[in-house]
């Protein structure tokens, strides 16, 4: 099989969840490269597309940039916003981190009736000035059939 391909620093993220907001921490290292550009994303990213049904089509994307900018979609609708979803960032010399936080419901999750959610995480970079995209799963970003299974586990 073809090895999935990796970033040239460490990506580490953890999730936890208190019933009513998931949150997510990425911590990548390697300085960050912001592309110099306002568009978004024209550097480095991170973030996750959640999938909470089995409909493949019915998925949220949701991204944080170094510059501290967040991007959300709903599979390519990007007029589809997460009504209270934020991020904060934090860059040094050597790393950056990001922690997502995103409202349960407007992913479609409710972590109270027990039901799979699949999820891929995800790192972009701009190493030597070209665009790579890392995930969890070693597939496009886009390809929900190959988000994996994560149990919401109740408080």
Known sequence: GKKPLSPKGRTHVSAFHDNERLYVRFLCEGRPTLGGKEVFPSGDSVG????????????????????GR???????DHTWDAEGFSVAVDCTQAAWRAVLSVPLG??????TVPGEVYIAFVRSTAEDGVRKTYTSTGFM???????????????
């Open 48 to 67: 996750l597309l959640v999938r909470p049904k089995k409909n493949l089509n019915d998925y949220r994307h949701l991204l944080a940039a170094p510059n």
């Open 70 to 76: 967040g991007y959300d979609a709903k599979a390519y």
């Open 106 to 111: 407007e992913i479609g999750v409710n972590p």
């Open 141 to 155: 970003p886009h390809r929900a059939d190959r988000f994996k299974p994560v149990e919401i586990q109740t408080k």
